[in-house]
């Protein structure tokens, strides 16, 4: 069974910088494509950025293109920089079993069956 678990959280200010990871276990992390996604008080879970499993083609939500950077070296990262009060969200890591797909990964939530309890991203203004 996939596990995943978040770290890398935090409180930091306007304009600051945060690197979360997700470590992957139980399975063959390179079979996976693996996606961030995130979820404000109140609002729906959006999708934030996802990698392929062959470690190219990342994709990245308009809202933070430019300022976030995913990556993957048997962890998955997502390196945040020139961050806002409105990335403030509880982060997700997300897992996909898509050995031999090809094109970029995908963006929907249903899409992954493997999910990571969350870390916490607070920007301060």
């Known amino acids: 069974q996939v596990q995943l678990v978040e770290s890398g959280g935090g409180l930091v200010q306007a304009g600051g910088s945060l690197r979360l990871s997700c470590v992957f276990s139980?399975?063959?992390?390179?079979?996976?494509?693996m996606g961030w996604f995130r979820q404000a008080p109140g609002k729906e879970r959006e999708f934030v950025a996802s990698i392929s499993w062959s470690g190219g083609n990342p994709v990245y939500a308009d809202s933070v293109k430019g300022r976030f950077t995913i990556s993957r070296v048997n962890t998955v990262y997502l390196q945040m920089n020139s961050l806002r009060p409105e990335d403030t969200a509880v982060y997700y890591c997300?897992?996909?079993?898509?050995?031999?797909?090809?094109?970029?990964?995908?963006?929907?939530?249903?899409?992954?069956?493997?999910w990571g309890q969350g870390t916490q991203v607070t920007v301060s203004s």
């Open positions: 997300a897992a996909r079993y898509a050995l031999g797909e090809v094109g970029t990964p995908p963006r929907r939530l249903d899409d992954y069956a493997y």
């Open positions: 139980g399975r063959t992390f390179s079979s996976y494509s």
